[in-house]
């Protein structure tokens, strides 16, 4: 812990003694006192607002600025309770859950049930911006309760509305994405120059894929120079193992964890010296010399398909719906020792092959160790008689995936490259191009579920590749007073201000995480701290020999 706590002042130390630059340029001695013309400024709030970025270099061809814009002192931002609204007899489903917001009959029946109950309600519509794929609008009305000047306050103020028989939550309207809205914000950016960087980006999962670990932890582990945590995982057990990516993995040249169908990632070449965003499905099969079988899946719970975008006969939908779990008893699923030391136990049949592709055994329930070197190949329903007919002790049985681009072209790997999953897509050829629709943040008669993800602000990590072939990597603080986040199109306006030609949104909410020379250098927003993850993108020092 002393070290870490060291090692946070240190970075701390260089960055608050240097003035604005903007991201990805050299800190020099002249660059104290510095203030960035307009266009360099963050895309935030109304023009004028102080801004400030300081940046260091932390191993030859990468950078670390950190970006604070706004004022801590808005006098129109405030703390209030958002009450979740029941159906309600107007409703047009009565009987659906309550949610953050519903249809203006449903808001207006509440907040007269709230006002005869002695609170001072008021009714809010919402509205978003249209998308590349997404016409935005009226997403709904909310309803809510005070305005007060502190958390505390506020908080008091739920605690009353649940005694009456109502549910809420406290939340800050700094929270809400009003373009008037005067801040902080607090973003830091890496930035890698091909030119100049010697060493490795490599993505990291840990010591397997089915567990969870800490951004600083795979970080300390590699000995990095910096981090930030990567692409979406499975967290809740319920939706397969947690640690799992949902969505695309490859790790040193090797698939992992198939696509999300469609759905953009970023894809690390050549150890950082080229990157790209690319929209990637997959095909996968196991074949004797007599007969094959398409797969459905790599190294994941058969049956689950976490963000959906899975196969034909997927319920509910074989599209991506980010963060619903999809399922279909009838899967064949393959397994490599990344996995984790055992592959997943349930009904149905597993075919164990060793290094040469040779059925070592035939393993019904399913469940178990995988030798050295092999896989596995697991059966569920309706698939454990075609594993059954197609696998025998003794034979070979080869197991093949393949990656396809956005026109079903393959995507060319090697041990130098590395892919993890996100969306949306945030810029495209320089200009804004945000694809929540495409990417399942659209979810079909739930616009709460858009509102809470998209719409408002929140932690965010942002990764993409700028004019000059640069891969930058970025998080922004979110969900408190001293850092507001940021919303989906935020998000694209600051990557594209940061320059990036092409930009992706990873994981973020709790989830966002940069760690610089052993320190997390953001504010994690989980209330217990730093959130274990399922995988990061690591900046390694040059080492000779590699």
């Known amino acids: ?118 609170f001072e309600a008021g009714v809010e519509e919402v509205t978003t911006g249209a998308t590349a794929d997404y016409r935005g609008g009226t997403l709904g009305w909310r309803v809510r309760i005070g305005a007060f000047d502190t958390q505390t306050a506020a908080t008091a103020e739920r605690t009353r509305l649940r005694a009456a028989g109502y549910s809420g939550s406290a939340v800050y309207t700094g929270w809400d994405g009003e373009a008037t809205d005067r801040g902080p914000w607090r973003v830091d950016v890496l930035t890698i120059d091909p030119r100049r960087f010697r060493g490795t980006l490599d993505a990291s999962y840990g010591p397997d894929l089915e567990n969870r670990e800490t951004t600083s932890a795979l970080s300390a582990s590699a000995t990095a120079t910096a981090a930030v945590n990567a692409g979406f995982f499975v967290l809740d057990p319920k939706a397969g193992a947690p640690g799992d990516p949902a969505g695309v993995g490859v ?119 995988i030798p050295r070197g092999g896989s596995s190949v697991q059966a569920t329903g309706e698939r454990v008689a075609d594993l059954a007919t197609l696998a025998h002790v003794g034979d070979r049985l080869r197991v093949s995936t393949t990656l396809l681009d956005d026109r079903g072209r393959r995507m060319p790997t090697s041990p130098r490259t590395d892919i993890v999953n996100a969306g949306p897509e945030l810029v495209r050829h320089g200009r804004i191009h945000v694809t929540p629709a495409t990417d399942g943040m659209v979810h079909p008669g739930d616009p709460s579920w858009y509102y809470g993800w998209v719409h408002k602000r929140n932690p965010r990590t942002l990764a993409g590749v700028d004019g000059a072939g640069r891969t930058v990597l970025v998080t922004a603080d979110g969900r408190s007073t001293g850092s507001l986040g940021l ?14 030609r092409d930009a992706v949104n990873l994981d973020g909410g709790g989830s966002t995480t940069m760690v610089a020379e052993g320190a997390v250098l953001n504010s994690p927003s989980d209330a217990a701290g730093e959130r274990p993850v399922g995988d990061a993108l690591l900046i390694l020092p040059h080492r000779h020999g590699t």
């Open 1 to 118: 812990m002393k070290k870490r706590l060291s090692a946070t002042g240190a970075v701390l130390g260089v960055l608050t003694t240097l003035a604005a630059l903007p991201a990805g340029a050299e800190a020099s001695p002249h660059a104290v006192g510095y203030q960035p013309s307009a266009r360099q400024t963050l895309p935030l709030g109304p023009d004028g607002l102080p801004e400030t970025r300081t940046t260091t270099t932390l191993q030859p061809g990468v950078t670390l600025t950190r970006i604070v814009r706004g004022n801590t002192d808005d006098p129109a931002l405030h703390w209030t309770v958002e009450v979740s609204i029941p159906g309600g007899d107007t409703s047009p489903d009565p009987d659906a859950p309550p949610t953050a917001l519903k249809d203006l009959a449903s808001a207006d029946e509440l907040a007269a049930e709230l006002r005869r109950d002695g």
């Open 487 to 500: 919303s989906i199109g935020e998000s694209a306006e600051v990557a594209r201000s940061l320059g990036l």
């Open 251 to 369: 790790y040193d040249g090797r698939l992992l964890s198939e696509p999300v169908a469609g759905r953009p990632a970023l894809v690390v070449h050549d150890n950082g010296r080229r990157t790209e965003i690319a929209r990637l499905t997959w095909q996968g099969r196991i074949a004797t010399r007599a007969a094959s079988l398409p797969l459905n899946g790599v190294n994941r719970v058969p049956g689950l398909i976490r963000n959906c975008g899975g196969s034909a006969g997927d319920t509910p939908t074989s599209l991506p719906l980010h963060d619903v779990t999809c399922t279909n008893p009838d899967e064949l699923v393959t397994f490599t020792p990344d996995y984790g030391d055992s592959t997943p136990e349930g009904a149905g049949l597993e075919a164990v092959l060793d290094a040469h592709e040779r059925v070592v055994e035939l393993r019904s329930p399913r469940g178990g160790a």
